[in-house]
């Protein structure tokens, strides 16, 4: 039996292992305090859970909001790149001291991980994260993740806790992600617009479920939309995860929106290897490979990317970058790791494997991007 329904979600049979990601305009008000009985309710939950057997992951936001409020930054501490980085650096202190106290109350231990975006982007690195999250959840401890925007820059960043939570899910080998927002979940259109209809679920998101989110981030704290969290209920869909948006702005959001039903699930569509799930959530492209129709038409079947069904390249990557093959119709086919430089790639196109030696001066590899490392979207 699989996640089907939102009252799944606090099932330890379904969702043995949850990521709970909370933005900063639950947590923080407009003044740049914690909402502190916000805080103990959703602690609460968080040791209802547990004790209910269930392991739970928090990425929490809220650092730059809480950081601003104490150096008096303008604009949530988001006016420049320069001040959310201070903010950043003050607030991860207080935020990291919210949820020791919170879930100390309960007999937990809180747990902080500050994560950029090449901890998961490069292979190395998501591993060691991978196997520093199975330790301290083995050991009975809450980790608490957040982007380490004191050190991220805007082209290293996720930008977003929606997708740093469905990567740390990926991560964690967790059943499920709860993303608490300010909304209720997906509407059919603008919520405030008259006659929005909320989506109680969606098997798998294509350009009709993209159309509906609206990318405004209501309260002005955070830094993430719909469209954040679609991007995030994608990758957690490809990993067989399965994702679901709910209000969190009620006492005990979780325990309403589970009971009522309110709120949108998106459902795994498949589980990809690890790794694949890896190289399918990534999110730093470096470059496109466009391919003809014969090509997208193999890929379709299981094959490889081969030199001879390459029409163009585009950008400057190296051997191991991650790049997207695109067909014909520019359509996003697959994305994979390259075996060759982007300079090689363009040597290479339209060419034979008979051919490839004389123009590489080196005996060819099997593919430009090979199946086993490549993952279709």
Excluded at 20 to 35: E, F, M, N, P, Q
Excluded at 181 to 189: A, E, H, M, T, W
């Amino acid at each position: 039996m699989a996640i089907a329904a939102l009252q799944h979600l606090t099932d330890p049979r379904l969702a043995g292992r949850i990521v709970l990601k909370i933005g900063s305009s639950l947590l923080v008000d407009g003044a740049g305090c914690a909402r502190a009985d916000w805080l103990r309710s959703i602690a609460g939950e968080i040791a209802g859970l547990r004790a209910g057997g269930q392991e739970v992951v928090v990425v929490s936001s809220g650092a730059i909001a809480l950081g601003a409020a104490k150096l008096g930054l303008d604009k949530g501490g988001r006016a420049t790149l320069a001040d959310a980085q201070a903010a950043a650096s003050v607030g991860q202190i207080a935020l990291a001291s919210l949820w020791s106290r919170s879930l100390g109350t309960h007999g937990l231990t809180a747990a902080q991980l500050l994560l950029t975006l090449e901890d998961l982007e490069d292979r190395r690195r998501y591993l060691n994260a991978a196997s520093t999250l199975a330790r301290l959840l083995e050991n009975g401890a809450v980790p608490v993740i957040n982007e380490n925007d004191s050190v991220a820059t805007q082209e290293i960043r996720f930008g977003d806790n929606d997708r740093l939570a469905a990567r740390v899910a990926q991560a964690a080998r967790a059943d499920a992600v709860l993303l608490l927002s300010d909304v209720d979940g997906l509407f059919d259109r603008n919520p405030a617009e008259a006659g929005a209809r909320l989506v109680p679920v969606v098997q798998g998101i294509d350009q009709s479920i993209r159309a509906m989110a609206d990318g405004g981030s209501a309260s002005g704290l955070g830094s993430g939309g719909m469209v954040s969290k679609l991007q995030a209920a994608e990758i957690a869909e490809r990993a067989g995860i399965a994702l679901a948006i709910v209000n969190g702005t009620h006492r005990a959001p979780i325990a309403r929106a589970v009971g009522e039903g309110q709120g949108t699930l998106f459902l795994p569509r498949r589980r990809d290897g690890a790794r694949k799930a890896w190289l399918g959530g990534r999110l730093r492209v470096k470059g496109v490979v466009r391919v003809d129709g014969g090509c997208a038409a193999a890929l379709a079947e299981g094959g490889s990317v081969l030199a001879a069904g390459i029409t163009a390249v585009e950008g400057a990557f190296e051997r191991g970058d991650l790049v997207e093959i695109r067909d014909p119709a520019n359509g996003a086919l697959a994305r994979g790791l390259a075996e060759y430089r982007a300079e090689e790639c363009r040597a290479l196109i339209g060419r034979r494997s008979a051919e490839q030696a004389a123009v590489l001066g080196y005996a060819p590899r099997a593919a430009v991007v090979h199946r086993d490392h490549m993952v279709m979207l």
